[in-house]
């Protein structure tokens, strides 16, 4: 044989990428953030149909009094799709990310839930409007 023998390449694997917040959302849950005493006293304020109320919610589970940092790492929680952004259709299952039995907000209650914090008018609720209603 004339020439230089020919090596064969391997593949190299490539590592998938992931969604940047993939790995601390799986580090991460509502109970490392909150007592799970204080989440499940706030569902259950608010089994009844059209009585959830977002301010009364924040204050009983302990929201409202953590910082800005732990807000936003809740709203990732909240945050299903990863859009930076908590549109009505994740809104009615907020009460679920929280305690997986509780009721889904009814479309009233979306719609109310979303027109409180969404001061851009674009129907969906970003990371800092959620924050500014959480501390409001």
């Known amino acids: ?80 799709d990863n859009s930076a952004y908590i549109e009505e259709s994740e809104l009615k299952f907020f009460l679920q990310k929280f305690v997986p039995s509780a009721r889904t907000l009814s479309d009233a209650e979306a719609k109310k839930f979303i027109s409180a914090a969404d001061d851009d008018n674009d129907g969906k609720i970003g990371a800092e409007e959620f924050q500014a209603m959480v501390l409001s």
């Open 1 to 80: 044989m004339l020439g230089k023998p020919i090596r064969l390449l391997k593949k190299k694997k490539r590592k998938k990428l992931l969604p940047i917040n993939y790995e601390h959302r799986i580090n991460m849950s509502l109970t490392s953030i909150l007592s799970a005493e204080a989440i499940d006293t706030a569902v259950k304020e608010c089994e009844a149909p059209e009585s959830f109320c977002y301010k009364k919610f924040f204050k009983t589970c302990g929201l409202s009094a953590k910082t800005p940092q732990e807000i936003k790492n809740v709203f990732q929680l909240l945050d299903d």
